[in-house]
């Protein structure tokens, strides 16, 4: 075969968020893409802060180009890890610096380099239902098998009993994503104590060490007066994942970082392997200007831009519960997580969506079968505009 095995069964399997993206934009070229709904896709709706583009600016006049545009050490510049080790400490009561940081080309090089240095193919990573599908892909990029293990009903906090019995010999990780895609959960002090308490005694039982890796690109985006405990403080062996994809509104540029605390077993080699990965998995090293962008506007007040997304959480969700859907109430990150209507399946009520240019995306993507994701960081007139739609879907429905 002249396609590997390997990526055409990829290619069977692709994406259905960006199919809907895709099925968004046919439908705007037919009926206007003021008549169409489009929530499938977690693209922040809200421009990058000034201060970016200004520090883009900046950095572009103020360094030596040939230092600002050339190779450098896999980890990144120093400077720029040392920038976002102060804006840790300054906000966590932290200590970390430039050794615990690696900037990396968004949390999804970020997973996979940790992936990379840590996953044999005899190894399992368990993460939660639901649950980011890429998850999947980046552990198999490894041979490592990933394990879903279920969450409560009602809340979507791991159900820490299935949790246990899922922790075996062969454990490597686990994952968790806090503000959580696609339940808009995040997981509060008293969660991230039994998650550590739990793992501590598998670590025990097994004699062995069990990373946690907390992918964390909505962190700063919650609500309702609540904040993202800092997950690293909780238990030692955890290495962290941000981006700036979300709370910069980014995507694009391909800018994040991990943190690998000392706590952390094997600290130095792991963060020689993590480097080394970014260089062997071709990547090279982080963007050299949006690293020194970031350098200068770490401190970015995303108040406003998590106001915004706030608005639209209450609007929506106001609309979906007034049209007689149920949803979970998201605490954070932009994502609500519908209920599918009983008696029809995800593809179902997805079609039904789609007839009235509504487009979401089926739970199944997060292996939550029985529940849709809407993304709400669209414009506030989207939002407005689609109640009517929300309205004849839920008709058409009965409820
Ligand atoms: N992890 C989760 C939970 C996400 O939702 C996303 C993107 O939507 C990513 C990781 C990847 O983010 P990035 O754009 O930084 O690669």
Same mark, same amino acid.
């Given at each position: ?19 809907? =993206? ?16 489009? =929530? ?19 950095? @572009? ?15 990144? %510049? ?9 804006? $840790? ?25 940790? &992936? ?11 993460? =939660? ?27 979507? &906090? ?55 890796? !907390? ?17 690293? !403080? %909780? ?16 995507? #694009? ?10 706590? &952390?077993?094997?600290?130095? *080699?792991?963060? !020689? ?21 970031? *350098? ?11 106001? $915004? ?22 605490? #954070? ?16 009520? #997805? ?13 199944? !993507? %997060? ?31 009965? @409820?």
């Amino acid at each position: 075969m002249f396609i590997s095995r390997s990526m055409q069964e990829q290619l069977a399997g692709n994406s259905t968020i960006r199919r809907m =993206f895709m099925a968004g934009k046919e439908l705007a070229e037919k009926y206007g893409a003021e008549n169409v709904y489009d =929530f499938s896709i977690g693209n922040p709706n809200v421009p990058a802060p000034d201060a970016v583009n200004e520090s883009i600016r900046a950095a @572009l006049s103020e360094e030596d180009p040939v230092y600002l545009h050339g190779y450098m050490a896999n980890e990144g %510049f120093p400077e720029t890890r040392r920038a976002v080790a102060a804006s $840790l400490n300054r906000r966590y009561g932290t200590s970390y610096d430039e050794s615990n940081v690696i900037m990396t080309v968004g949390a999804a090089a970020g997973l996979n380099i940790i &992936l990379k240095t840590l996953i044999d193919p005899e190894d399992e990573v368990i993460t =939660f239902k639901p649950y980011f599908m890429e998850y999947r892909k980046y552990v198999q990029n490894y041979g490592g098998r990933l394990r879903p293990v279920a969450t409560d009903e009602a809340t979507f &906090l791991p159900d820490m009993k299935a949790f246990s019995e899922a922790i075996n010999e062969h454990t490597k990780a686990v994952i968790i994503n806090t503000p959580h895609n696609p339940t808009g959960v995040v997981y509060g002090e008293e969660t991230l104590r039994e998650l550590a308490a739990v793992l501590r005694s598998a670590e025990e039982r097994y004699d062995s060490h069990i990373v946690l890796i !907390s992918d964390e690109p909505y962190r700063e985006l919650c609500y309702d007066g609540t904040s993202q405990p800092w997950v690293a !403080s %909780f238990y030692e062996d955890t290495i962290v994942c941000y981006s700036f994809s979300k709370s910069l509104s980014l995507p #694009g540029e391909r800018i994040g970082y991990c943190l690998v605390p000392e706590s &952390l077993y094997m600290h130095a *080699e792991v963060f !020689s392997g993590m480097t080394t990965a970014t260089r062997i998995l071709g990547m090279v090293n982080a963007p050299a200007l949006m690293q020194k962008a970031i *350098e200068r506007c770490i401190d970015t007040d995303i108040t406003d831009n998590v106001r $915004l997304y706030d608005r639209n959480r209450q609007l929506l969700y106001g609309i979906l519960k007034s049209a007689g859907f149920s949803a979970a109430y998201p605490q #954070g990150a932009f994502y609500i997580w519908i209920t599918t209507p009983e008696g029809y399946t995800d593809e179902e009520f #997805g079609e039904i969506c789609q007839k009235h240019n509504v487009l979401i995306v089926p739970g199944a !993507s %997060f292996e939550g079968a029985g529940h849709m994701r809407a993304a709400y960081c669209v414009s506030e007139r989207t939002i407005i505009n689609s109640e009517a739609a929300w309205r004849a879907i839920a008709a058409e429905c009965g @409820l």
